[in-house]
């Protein structure tokens, strides 16, 4: 019984490890590469889709046990944290 708990564990923590970060919590990453308008706008857009995809894991894995969302291909959190880095946290 104790091993099937700890096995249940294991399995649980490693699923809720694989859910996209959302975007406000992605640390950024220093650049001395100017900010662009096109950086600022793919910044925008990624930090949307990050949120969502932050969202859908979180039901996913509520729901059937699997992040969804990062199955998918919707994780950006590397280009996310070099943006940051040349434009900040994007204002809504």
Same mark, same amino acid.
């Given at each position: 019984?104790?091993?099937?708990?700890?096995?249940?564990?294991?399995?649980?923590?490693?699923?809720?490890?694989?859910? !996209?970060?959302?975007? $406000?919590?992605? #640390?950024?990453?220093?650049?001395? /590469?100017?900010? +662009? !308008?096109?950086?600022? $706008?793919?910044? #925008?857009?990624?930090?949307?889709? /990050?949120?969502? +995809? !932050?969202?859908?894991?979180?039901?996913?894995?509520?729901?059937?046990?699997?992040?969804?969302?990062?199955?998918?291909?919707?994780?950006?959190?590397?280009?996310?944290?070099?943006?940051?880095?040349?434009?900040?946290?994007?204002?809504?």
């Amino acid at each position: 019984m104790r091993n099937k708990t700890l096995a249940a564990s294991m399995v649980a923590l490693s699923l809720i490890a694989g859910c !996209a970060t959302p975007p $406000e919590k992605i #640390a950024a990453i220093p650049s001395q /590469q100017p900010c +662009t !308008a096109p950086d600022k $706008e793919r910044l #925008a857009f990624l930090y949307n889709k /990050q949120q969502q +995809t !932050a969202q859908s894991d979180a039901m996913g894995v509520f729901l059937v046990g699997l992040p969804l969302g990062s199955m998918g291909g919707g994780n950006n959190e590397a280009e996310i944290a070099t943006l940051k880095g040349r434009c900040g946290t994007p204002t809504t």
